[in-house]
């Protein structure tokens, strides 16, 4: 069976098309500057007619879908229903689910009849417990506005904690695993024998990890103390805070790690310091989700930096566990968000 894994963004699609149940993948690609001034592609209906000319015999189509809020704690089959739901997520994911649900719509009309499965980056943490996802907020901004902690980045967790069970010849069901997906947005996951119990993305990808050009935790006065200081409003602070902060702001030269860990190498302070603050708040997180599960069989690495960058890898996990009797396994497992795409899809379609 062949299943067309389509990850459709704002301005971008990219797309893998795997022979199932084999993980073969057939063919990938990316469609990118949709809408934008000059481009030929104007909508994501004329981007994935331009896909679908280019891959053969789509049997079923799997859709990365980023916020699925509460409404969905695994992939579902796309049917009015589910598409309204995905609808009402844009209120909370309005720079993701949008784009995504284009994507599906087209894909209605350009595949009619072939049955598609809508997989959310959320779902994964829907099983966190009630007194990890509310915020410390009053309780009717959870019931009333939806605002808690929902997780993102879950499609890939769940990929790389089966991945590291199966390395590790053991039940998930057995082990204690905190998985580190550190790329340019990074986040990291409590996988409690199998299950989210936490993890550091929040109602939005932007708390938690200090990441490429996002700050990550705050102290939430802050917000209005700049906006005051500086004159800013919403957008230019939400601009601030996502795109100008982390990494980059912190450095003033990049978002890369590689260039920091090259320009700290040569010297440069604000490289250092920013490399620094990156690495000492995922050994923050790993040191409170170790406590939380009081043990650790297994620290995940995944990502661009999580995969290739050993020294910062190493200087994670310089002391870590040092005070720990049973020490975890450290692994490195390339994530594959678009493969675990394609099982579901398979397994839900096949049952
Ligand atoms: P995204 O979150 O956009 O998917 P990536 O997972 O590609 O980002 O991660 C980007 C980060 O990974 C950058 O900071 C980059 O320095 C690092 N990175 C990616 N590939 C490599 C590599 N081959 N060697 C070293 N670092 C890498």
Known sequence: MNILVINSGSSSIKYKLFKMPQKKLLTKGVIEHIGEEG?????????????????????????????????FKKPAL??????????????????????NLAGILACNKLLAGIKQVAVFDTAFHQSLPDYAYIYGLPYEYYTKLCIRK????????????????RLLKSPINKLKLITCHLGNGSSITAVDRGKSIDTSMGFTPLEGLVMGTRCGDVDPALITHI???????????NTLLNRESGL???SGISNDVRILEEKSKLGNKRARLALEIFIYRIKKY??????????CDALVFTGGIGENQKRVRGKIIRGLFSHLKKKPKILIIPTN???????QTYLLING
């Open 248 to 250: 980059k702001g912190i």
């Open 150 to 165: 929902y997780g993102f980045h879950g499609t890939s967790h769940e990929y790389v904690a089966h991945e590291a069970a």
């Open 286 to 295: 790993i040191g409170a989700y170790t406590g939380i599960m009081s043990g």
């Open 78 to 99: 796309i049917n009015p229903l589910v598409i309204r739901k995905i609808r009402q997520c844009c209120a909370i994911a309005p720079l993701h689910n949008p784009a």
């Open 337 to 343: 968000e678009e493969l675990m795409i394609a099982k």
């Open 227 to 237: 906006m005051k200081k500086k004159k800013l409003d919403i957008a230019a602070m």
């Open 39 to 71: 481009s030929d592609i104007q909508d994501h209906y004329t981007g994935l007619k331009l896909i679908l000319s280019k891959v053969n015999s789509v049997d079923a189509v799997g859709h990365r879908v980023v916020h699925g809020a509460e409404s």
